[in-house]
């Protein structure tokens, strides 16, 4: 079976495609599937920004579409960056990242370790050519650390060090994180739900 999921982020599509492939579900990019559309992520929610997307690519495919919203959700800082992780230095390119990280670093100046829990949250939108559907979700919670540190991963992974760890995501093989981020457990999750559909 093929999905198309609707991201241009080569890290999510290997994560994806990693966890995926044993179920023997195959996933197509949208460029593989030559679609060219960016959906502008307008909810309030991952839930929604989710469903927007899904619903928006499945106009152009008779594919089943999969789509992803994700971000990290900090607690001493009111869930910020949340849905606004990807752009919440307002940063771009190469250097969005590193600059998202160090806003995040400098919004937790002064905030001890104990107070710096967080969580990354995953919300998957599945669609199917028939209207049907799925949403599921996966989170994993941690702390903060104070300096990037790891050179797997991307995003928030070098700053976030996984409870009952003393490594963040981005110190974890690609193999280790795929058994317990945020996004793995959100496609367990629609694993269970698509077996019921497929």
Do not use: W
Not at 30 to 58: C, H, P, W, Y
């Amino acid at each position: 079976m093929q999905m198309l999921a609707a991201t241009n982020n080569l890290h999510k599509l290997e994560e994806i495609s990693q966890i995926l492939r044993k179920l023997n579900i195959e996933i197509v990019s949208l460029k593989q599937a030559g679609i060219e559309i960016d959906v502008e992520e307008t909810g309030k929610t991952f839930v929604e920004n989710a469903l927007l997307k899904a619903r928006e690519i499945s106009k152009h495919t008779d594919m089943p579409v999969l789509a992803d919203d994700s971000g990290l959700e900090v607690f001493a800082l009111n869930g910020e960056p949340g849905v606004y992780s990807a752009r919440y230095s307002g940063a771009s390119g190469q250097e969005k990242d590193r600059k998202n990280n160090e806003k995040l670093l400098k919004n937790l100046e002064g905030i001890p370790f104990e107070d710096r829990g967080a969580r990354f949250c995953c919300i998957l939108a599945a669609i199917f050519p028939d209207g049907k559907e799925l949403v599921a979700e996966g989170y994993v919670y941690g702390k903060i650390g104070y300096e990037e540190k790891g050179e797997h991963g991307f995003g928030y992974d070098p700053l976030f060090i996984v409870e009952g760890n003393t490594l963040t995501m981005a110190e974890l093989s690609p193999q280790a994180k795929n058994e317990i981020s945020h996004r793995a457990n959100a496609l367990q999750q629609l694993v269970q739900k698509l077996e019921d559909v497929v």
